[in-house]
């Protein structure tokens, strides 16, 4: 098994760029969601899934779109790049009860 | 803001020594799970306790609970070089899937 895979690892973007940020898992899971990483902030909850075709909100949605239209895949959407959100975006999926999550290796972005 | 804070921010400390981290929280939770992460990589899960617990073990790994104070520990025992990372607490409430993480804790462990 692959686990979580994130591609690409790392990007650069110039703000107002739009890009997608793709997250896969081959574990099955229900829930996947995005994080955020930004320093001294720990993890910070983007948006979620509990399964196909059912997405929510986390702590800081704006500026993202998710969406769900298989169990493997969650990409995530930035629609106008902002420099705000230079981060490292962590993807991660589970069981649906909420237990032990996996994470993939992350993807670096900045935007200039 | 989040659910989770961690204390100390970070910890130095000598190789054989235990390393004791704690997290506070908000709101009652189903459950509270510790992740570790090295430095660049992806967080990996590494005990988790319930909200009927007090107490868990794995291997050099305790944990405790107290949903009184709406606290937990994580004490490594008998600590080696290969544990210098960050640790994060994060819980999971009853009524949400969602799982919110603390700011850590950076331990780094001197050889």
């Known amino acids: 098994n692959a686990g979580v895979t994130q591609t690409p690892k790392f990007q650069v973007l110039k703000t107002g760029q739009s890009m997608t940020l793709q997250c896969a898992q081959d574990m099955n899971h229900e829930y996947m969601s995005w994080y955020r990483q930004d320093p001294g902030m720990g993890l910070r909850l983007i948006h979620y899934?509990?399964?196909?075709?059912?997405?929510d909100q986390g702590e800081v949605p704006n500026g993202y779109n998710v969406s769900r239209s298989t169990t493997e895949d969650f990409p995530l959407r930035l629609l106008s790049a902002a420099p705000s959100q230079t981060s490292v975006y962590f993807c991660?999926?589970?069981?649906?009860?909420?237990?032990?999550?996996?994470f993939g290796p992350g993807t670096r972005l900045t935007v200039l | 803001s989040q659910q989770g804070e961690e204390d100390p921010q970070a910890l130095s400390i000598q190789e054989g020594e235990n390393a004791t981290m704690n997290c506070s929280y908000k709101?009652?939770?189903?459950?509270l799970q510790w992740y570790r992460q090295n430095s660049g990589r992806g967080l990996v899960h590494l005990i988790l306790i319930r909200s009927n617990e007090r107490e868990k073990h794995s291997g050099r790994l305790r944990v405790t609970l107290d949903t009184s104070k709406k606290s937990s520990s994580l004490l490594i025992t008998a600590s080696r070089a290969a544990d210098t990372a960050s640790y994060f607490c994060a819980t999971r409430m009853d009524s949400s899937y969602k799982l919110i993480f603390g700011s850590g804790t950076r331990l780094l462990v001197r050889p």
């Open positions: 991660a999926s589970g069981r649906a009860g909420g237990n032990e999550q996996f």
């Open positions: 709101t009652s939770i189903n459950n």
């Open positions: 899934s509990v399964g196909a075709g059912i997405t």
